[in-house]
Nanobody, 128 residues
Framework: DVQLQASGGGLAQAGGSLRLSCTAS????????IGWFRQAPGKERVGISCISATGGGGSTYLATSVKGRFTISSDKAKKTVYLQMSRLKPEDTAVYYC???????????????????WGKGTLVTVSS
């Protein structure tokens, strides 16, 4: 079965950093884009980043809210996508999910596009 394992969440202070990982199994990594979503308390789940699973160019996305602070990257050999989160803000507090979709990264930014597979979330808490 397809599984997406998100990890790396935890507690950080404002201005600090965390690195999230999403490791995929049971799927052909080359066939999917991997996106990161987050859901803050009382808020809707929103896509914040995406990269093609192969790490290829021309298929990446970073939401305005995280651009300049977060960086997404992938390791094909490890079937892992990383989200390096720096200069964290309390507003970044949320449950972070990774998801796979057999589409380009624009699907992650499109609220009408459904993901094919979801991982369980990892909680990020940023204290002020």
């Amino acid at each position: 079965d397809v599984q997406l394992q998100a990890s790396g969440g935890g507690l950080a202070q404002a201005g600090g950093s965390l690195r999230l990982s999403c490791t995929a199994s049971g799927l052909n990594f080359d066939d999917y884009a991997i996106g990161w979503f987050r859901q803050a308390p009382g808020k809707e789940r929103v896509g914040i980043s995406c990269i093609s699973a192969t790490g290829g160019g021309g298929s990446t996305y970073l939401a305005t809210s995280v651009k300049g602070r977060f960086t997404i990257s992938s390791d094909k050999a490890k079937k892992t996508v990383y989200l390096q989160m720096s200069r964290l803000k309390p507003e970044d507090t949320a449950v972070y999910y990774c998801a796979a979709v057999a589409k380009l990264c624009w699907a992650v930014a499109d609220p009408d596009s459904a993901m094919d597979y979801w991982g369980k979330g990892t909680l990020v808490t940023v204290s002020s």
